[in-house]
């Protein structure tokens, strides 16, 4: 079956414009997460959406982020006026239950932002 | 604040060498789990620990969970060309949190 999709692959941004992530996670999975990764570094959360649970948005780093999950299921990451420091990979993942003991996050192949 | 730091940051080896990678927490975990992410890639799972104390085997690959359940631990016996790539804890804490290990990346010198 297919797996997490995000798109688009790359975008390349000016600084102070708006941008929109895209991410469609496995099918029948419950659980969507944002991550963001910069060149070199680690993952950093950003938000996890479980279900009709309110979203755990703990990880967004200033209220430029922003990210909603329509139907439970295709995901939405919005950066608005992106500045340079905004410049990386955004993966998104998706899990069949949640964060719960025994489940797997499978990756998309993340969309590299480039903020000029 | 719950974070899960890992070490080395980098590891480069001469391949057939053996290689480790540990990570710590600074509160108990529900769970660990590894990924690996090849270079240009995105991270794929591994294998996940839940119990004290427990072992696993993936062929040159073994991973070990604390008896604390706040340290864990990545071997690769031998290793290969093919093991190149960046490998990730992730714990979750008991208050249902997740995060990610900053990453040990490996480079395999044929």
């Known amino acids: 079956g297919a797996g997490v999709s995000q798109s688009p692959s790359n975008k390349v941004t000016e600084k102070g414009k708006d941008v929109e992530l895209r991410c469609d996670p496995i099918?029948?999975?419950?659980?969507l997460y944002w991550y963001r990764q910069s060149l070199g570094q680690g993952l950093e959360f950003l938000i996890y959406f479980q279900g009709n649970s309110a979203p755990d948005k703990s990880g967004l780093p200033s209220d430029r982020f922003s990210a909603e999950r329509t139907g439970g299921s295709v995901s939405t990451l919005t950066i608005q006026r992106t500045q340079q420091e905004d410049s990386a990979v955004y993966l998104c993942?998706?899990?069949?239950?949640?964060?719960?003991?025994?489940?797997?996050?499978?990756f998309g192949p993340g969309t590299r932002l480039t903020v000029l | 604040g719950q974070q899960v730091m890992q070490i080395p940051q980098y590891q480069h080896v001469q391949e057939g060498e053996d290689f480790t990678t540990y990570c710590n927490s600074s509160t108990t975990l529900s769970n660990i789990q590894w990924y690996k992410q090849r270079p240009g890639g995105h991270p794929v799972f591994l294998i996940q620990l839940v119990k004290s104390g427990e072992v696993k085997k993936q062929k040159r690959l073994t991973f070990q969970f604390g008896e604390a359940k706040k340290n864990s631990s990545l071997h690769i016996t031998a290793t290969q060309t093919t093991d190149v790539g960046t490998y990730f804890c992730a714990g979750l804490s008991n208050f249902n949190k997740f995060y990610f290990g900053s990453g040990t990346k490996l480079n395999v010198k044929p």
């Open positions: 099918s029948g999975h419950t659980a």
């Open positions: 993942a998706s899990s069949l239950v949640g964060l719960t003991a025994g489940d797997t996050q499978y």
